[in-house]
């Protein structure tokens, strides 16, 4: 599987308890194609693998928009990056899966 480089660009609060994160191709270029309901591999540093729904449009291969939880209690964010304040998030730079459609997942291709 080919991964590619995302950076963080942006990030805003969406919901009460529900965060959007923009990630964009750190070579500028645009990210692989993707079709409703497709989702992305997130790989972090200590070796795990998070799985994150992509929310944007098709059309918008520029950037890729995932929906991230925010733990209120401790005021940090739930996912890629463990539970760290929202401001650690601001410009990683993650390795990320090309996007995998929901037939992916029905036929036992994800892990």
Request: hydrophobic residues 35%; charged residues 25%; aromatic residues 6%.
């Amino acid at each position: 599987m080919s991964l590619l480089q995302a950076s963080v660009q942006q990030m805003r609060l969406e919901a009460d308890g529900v965060v959007s994160v923009e990630l964009r191709p750190t070579d500028g270029g645009e990210f692989p194609p993707f079709d409703a309901g497709a989702h992305i591999d997130l790989h972090l540093a200590n070796g795990l693998v998070r799985n994150y729904s992509l929310l944007n449009s098709s059309t918008e291969r520029h950037r890729y928009v995932i929906g991230v939880l925010r733990d209120r209690e401790r005021n940090s964010l739930r996912g890629p990056m463990g539970k760290n304040r929202p401001a650690a998030w601001q410009h990683c730079v993650f390795l990320v899966s090309s996007p995998k459609g929901r037939h992916d997942r029905r036929r036992g291709h994800v892990d």
